[in-house]
């Protein structure tokens, strides 16, 4: 089945930095999602961004599906946008209609 | 326009029990998928239904099972608990028929089994 990284496992900035997270995945997909996971455990729809690129305030996303890989940016880091970074993936034309999720990136951002 | 709604939000329960957690899908959706989601670790998909049937199955035991209701609304029923059940339980809505469809998750159900 399609497999999917994410990078780094783990990152911690300074508020008001920026970063880039990034999701690779193994095959050609229909749908793909990026989610924060706050502390609470819900997960935060970020971006719907199967092709193409997205902004959203000081978050924005890229995917070159051709490419196979995912990049999430975060401009402006602040203390809130602490937590989990999920990438997810389907390939519902192909009978996979579950979201296949990456392994995380884990931000802390210090004050 | 509710977004995804689960409950209960937290739920302890004892070896050997049942449980049935429950989920309403977003506004317009009518699919729901179930994912099991261990501490420190990414969700796991467990089923999805749509058109009240289980289209697609994780891999799980059959102590898991599932329900959806013509109002497209869900239950997860486990039976036989273990401990190892104990982890987060979300829930997703989407559309079930077409190809491009946004997933939205409930804030989930809490479960601990001692």
């Known amino acids: 089945g399609i497999q999917v990284e994410q990078s780094p496992p783990d990152l911690i900035l300074q508020e008001g930095a920026n970063s880039t997270l990034r999701c690779n995945f193994s095959d050609s997909v229909n749908n793909l999602q990026w989610f924060h996971q706050n502390p609470w455990g819900q997960l935060i729809n970020l971006f719907y961004i199967p092709s193409g690129t997205k902004q959203n305030g000081r978050l924005s996303a890229t995917t070159v599906a051709t490419e196979r890989y995912s990049l999430l940016y975060i401009s402006s880091s602040q203390t809130t946008d602490s937590g989990v970074y999920f990438c997810a993936v389907d390939r519902r034309a192909s009978g996979t209609y579950k979201y296949i999720f990456g392994t995380g990136t884990r931000l802390k951002v210090l004050a | 326009d509710a977004g995804v709604t689960q409950s209960p939000t937290h739920l302890i329960k004892t070896r050997g029990q049942q449980v049935t957690l429950r989920c309403s899908p977003k506004s317009g959706h009518d699919t729901v998928s179930w994912y099991q989601q261990a501490l420190g670790q990414g969700p796991q998909f467990i089923f999805q239904?749509?058109?009240?049937?289980?289209?697609q199955r994780g891999n799980f035991p059959d102590r898991f099972s599932g329900h959806q209701f013509p109002n497209y609304s869900s239950e997860l029923n486990v039976n036989a608990l273990l401990l190892g059940d104990s982890a987060l339980y979300l829930c997703?809505?989407?559309?079930?028929?077409?190809?491009?469809?946004?997933?939205?998750f409930g804030q989930g159900t809490r479960l601990t089994v001692v």
């Open positions: 997703a809505s989407s559309l079930g028929y077409v190809w491009d469809t946004e997933a939205f």
């Open positions: 239904y749509y058109e009240e049937e289980e289209r």
